[in-house]
């Protein structure tokens, strides 16, 4: 089974995927979820940090990042963010086996992983901790999703 989600023949993010072939569900590849591309996106950047001692795993890693956030990043529908800066939940309706729709609407899910990669925090350490920064894709900064400075 892969979940990776290809846009443009660039590594875009992480999908759902049919574990039954016979399956009406959506086939293989063809949802893409911004929140589980956040998380992959963090998850690669804390790998990399780790597998500093093998700096082709290293950098492959890092590379896979900033790939999904370049991508994902994109305004839709290219992208998974809407114009008011939010993110989808997933770019097409989809039945989650465990009782619920991913649906293309807003998901605070989904855009509270975005403002947490723009700050290059990681939720799963004390503090966001450190992982290697990416460079903030170059659409990212059309449209200020984030603000700089809170009133």
Not at 65 to 70: E, F, P, T, V
Not at 75 to 93: E, H, T
Request: with cysteine; glycine share 6%; proline share 8%.
């Amino acid at each position: 089974i892969n979940a990776e989600y290809m846009g443009n023949d660039v590594l875009a993010g992480v999908g759902y995927t049919s574990l039954n072939k016979n399956s009406s569900a959506t086939p293989n590849n063809k949802v893409w979820s911004a929140e589980w591309t956040f998380g992959a996106i963090n998850m690669a950047q804390v790998l990399s940090d780790q597998y500093k001692s093998d700096a082709s795993k290293s950098s492959s890693l890092l590379a896979d990042a900033q790939s999904m956030w370049n991508e994902v990043s994109k305004p839709w529908p290219d992208g998974l963010q809407f114009s008011d800066g939010s993110y989808v939940y997933a770019n097409k309706r989809f039945f989650i086996p465990w009782g619920w729709y991913a649906n293309p609407i807003s998901a605070m899910c989904s855009t509270a992983w975005a403002v947490m990669q723009e700050r290059n925090f990681n939720p799963f350490e004390f503090g966001g901790g450190y992982k290697t920064p990416l460079k903030p894709p170059p659409h990212l900064n059309l449209r200020q999703t984030v603000p700089s400075t809170m009133p």
